[in-house]
């Protein structure tokens, strides 16, 4: 299985950015799918998470009311719509995997996840 994450960028306080995370793999549509970031001397971070049927979603506080996650199955992607980007966003942001099929809650623990995108760096500029 592999995922691989676009749509990184540099981007004044204020715009926006879609990243988007495009996975390989028959099953991709039974996966539970999430959004972390890491920004620079810190720990990996939890942003969005979406359950394998995209019914449910889960944010982060820091971001809740500015990104939102979403999938298209039939291209096997997820994408995570950030506006309002702050400078505190600025991170490396990494989409995962969980493998187990049709789970039935959204996914937000790190350890959780079995497959990993290389990461998009995402700069937001004051």
């Known amino acids: 299985v592999q995922l691989q994450a676009s749509g990184g960028g540099l981007v004044q306080a204020g715009g926006s950015l879609r990243l988007s995370c495009v996975g390989s793999?028959?099953?991709?549509?039974?996966?539970?799918m999430g959004w972390f970031r890491q920004a620079q001397g810190k720990e990996r971070e939890f942003v969005a998470a979406?359950?394998?049927?995209?019914?449910?979603?889960k944010y982060a506080d820091s971001v809740k009311g500015r990104f939102t996650i979403s999938r298209d199955d039939a291209k096997n992607t997820v994408y995570l719509q950030m506006s309002g980007l702050k400078p505190e966003d600025t991170a490396v942001y990494y989409c995962?995997?969980?493998?187990?099929?049709?789970?039935?809650?959204?996914?937000?623990?790190?350890?959780?996840?079995?497959?990993w995108g290389q990461g998009t760096l995402v700069t937001v500029s004051s």
């Open positions: 979406i359950k394998w049927n995209g019914d449910t979603t």
């Open positions: 793999g028959r099953t991709f549509g039974w996966w539970a």
């Open positions: 995962a995997a969980d493998r187990a099929r049709r789970r039935s809650t959204v996914v937000t623990g790190r350890h959780e996840y079995n497959y």
